[in-house]
C-alpha cells in the first residue's frame, strides 16, 4: 500500500493525552476524523504526523506546543466592563463562558480575572501552550 503524502484525504482514531497522561480528546468512541493532509485545518504536528503512515498503521506521536494548539496570544485577552454581563451571573476565574463580541460573533472564552468592575476574558485555546501526546493510527486513504 502506498503511503500517505500531503494532499491525500484520510480517516486517522486519535487519543490525544496531555504531559500529564490525562486523556484531553479521542476519536475512538465516535467516526474516525476525516482531513487532507496539508491543508492545515488541523493542528500542523497531527497532519506531519501522517505523511509516510500505511493504513493501517498506529504511532504515538510528541508535539510541542508550537505545533499543537499554540502558543498563548496576548492580544486574544479582553478587558470587558462587568457591567456587560447579566447581574444574576457569578464569574469565577477558569469558567468558560459563551461571550458575543461587539461584532455579533459568539465565542467560548474562559474567565481570567474578576475586580469589582471589570473582567479579564481569554480566547485562546484551551491547550495553548501545552505540549500533547497524540496516538494515531490511519485508518484509511481515500
Known amino acids: 500500500m502506498t503511503p500517505a503524502k500531503k494532499g491525500d484525504r484520510v480517516r486517522v482514531h486519535y487519543v490525544g493525552k496531555l504531559k500529564t497522561g490525562s486523556v484531553f480528546d ?20 497531527l497532519e506531519e504526523a501522517l505523511v509516510g503512515m500505511r493504513p493501517g498503521e498506529s504511532k504515538i506521536t510528541e508535539i510541542p506546543a508550537d ?23 457569578k464569574l ?38 501545552k505540549d500533547i501526546t497524540l496516538d494515531i493510527r490511519l485508518v484509511e486513504i481515500l
Open 26 to 45: 479521542t476519536s475512538i468512541t465516535r467516526d474516525p476524523l476525516e482531513l487532507t493532509i496539508g491543508e492545515g485545518v488541523w493542528i500542523p504536528g
Open 67 to 89: 505545533q499543537a494548539y499554540g502558543m498563548r496570544n496576548k492580544s486574544l485577552l479582553m478587558e470587558v466592563d462587568k457591567s456587560q454581563f447579566p447581574e444574576p451571573l
Open 92 to 129: 469565577e476565574a477558569g469558567q468558560p463562558i459563551h461571550y458575543v463580541k461587539p461584532d455579533g460573533q459568539g465565542i467560548v472564552v474562559i474567565v481570567r480575572e474578576v475586580s469589582d468592575s471589570t473582567v479579564i476574558l481569554d480566547a485562546n485555546h484551551p491547550l495553548a501552550e
